[in-house]
């Protein structure tokens, strides 16, 4: 398990390879903060589960967190692929309009498929259900890991 972890944040966080941390308080992997010219700071979140990785686009204004995107990733058997994503204006960090945010995104997913696939009869309430079941199973995922991880080191800072 500890090297698909390391292989998947490695994948979706690649600019930060061996530098990335487990956020206890946001229960995600977290790269370094970083600092854009207008002074803003920016940093990536990412959930992850067997099924999906969540990658979040964090801003820090001066008094209030913001989402400024998601990218939802799948996995193909061997690799994640990008199957949904959204950008962001003034959405303001809340993990339960977060969650419902992501959810939303998977959902749309979802039905695509079915479509592509050719599946019928499943409800939007049904995609709903399934949504929020897979969003929630990675922020469960990551905090198991990440906590594992956390009593193995004895800090919070991973070799990855």
């Given at each position: 398990?500890?090297?698909?972890?390391?292989?998947?944040?490695?994948?979706?966080?690649?600019?930060?390879?061996?530098?990335?941390?487990?956020?206890?308080?946001?229960?995600m992997f977290c790269a370094p903060a970083y600092?854009?010219?207008?002074?803003?700071?920016?940093?990536?979140?990412?959930?992850?589960?067997?099924?999906?990785?969540?990658?979040?686009s964090i801003g820090y204004g001066y008094c209030?967190?913001?989402?400024?995107?998601?990218?939802?990733?799948?996995?193909?058997?061997?690799?994640?692929?990008?199957?949904?994503?959204?950008?962001?204006?003034?959405?303001?960090?809340?993990?339960?309009?977060?969650?419902?945010?992501?959810?939303?995104l998977v959902q749309e997913y979802l039905k695509?498929?079915?479509?592509?696939?050719?599946?019928?009869?499943?409800?939007?309430?049904?995609?709903?259900?399934?949504?929020?079941?897979?969003?929630?199973?990675?922020?469960?995922?990551?905090?198991?890991?990440?906590?594992?991880?956390?009593?193995?080191?004895?800090?919070?800072?991973?070799?990855?």
């Amino acid at each position: 398990m500890e090297n698909t972890l390391v292989r998947t944040l490695n994948s979706a966080l690649p600019q930060c390879s061996g530098n990335i941390t487990y956020n206890d308080v946001a229960k995600m992997f977290c790269a370094p903060a970083y600092v854009a010219q207008s002074g803003n700071m920016y940093q990536e979140g990412l959930r992850i589960s067997d099924r999906l990785a969540i990658k979040y686009s964090i801003g820090y204004g001066y008094c209030h967190v913001f989402m400024n995107g998601i990218q939802v990733y799948a996995y193909d058997g061997t690799k994640m692929k990008l199957v949904t994503q959204g950008s962001y204006y003034n959405f303001w960090w809340n993990e339960a309009d977060i969650n419902a945010e992501t959810a939303r995104l998977v959902q749309e997913y979802l039905k695509s498929e079915t479509k592509v696939l050719g599946i019928q009869g499943i409800s939007e309430s049904e995609l709903s259900r399934q949504a929020k079941s897979l969003v929630d199973q990675a922020r469960k995922n990551t905090e198991t890991i990440g906590t594992r991880a956390i009593a193995a080191s004895g800090n919070k800072q991973l070799n990855a």
